[in-house]
């Protein structure tokens, strides 16, 4: 029986010095590659599906298009300063907890975000949307390399 902690041959020796020895992580393959793009597409989700809807807030808040596009520099504002918070705090804390913080933030700003019941609330809640859909391009990003 072959060691786990010393691998016999050079070919075997050759392989663990080239990949690394295994992670234990549960995904691999396709399904981590399909979990990784997901991630990578929260931001142009949120994004593309919030720009149709912009000429319909501007009537429901009875508000001019300037104050309604402030949802999407928000959200954008978000993302950009979400880049620096979840990159330092997945250096402190590890990816997965902070990916997965961010995801439950992205999420629970995103229901919050269809009962908004002023365009202060949303453009707020948009805010906090852009930092929780920044944590999947970047730690997905990291994850890869």
Known sequence: MISESRPRGPLASALVSALGPPT??????APLTLALSA???LT?????MSLPALPQMQQAFHTDV????????????GYGLGQFICGSLSDHY???????AGLVLFVVSSFLCVWAPSLPVLVGLRLLQGLG???GPILGRAMVR
């Open 24 to 29: 234990g992580s549960p995904l691999r393959g």
């Open 66 to 77: 300037a104050h309604v596009q402030l949802t999407l520099s928000l959200f954008l504002m």
């Open 44 to 48: 142009a989700l949120s994004i593309d």
């Open 94 to 100: 590890g990816r997965r907890p902070v990916l997965l």
């Open 133 to 135: 859909a920044s944590v």
């Open 39 to 41: 991630l990578t597409a």
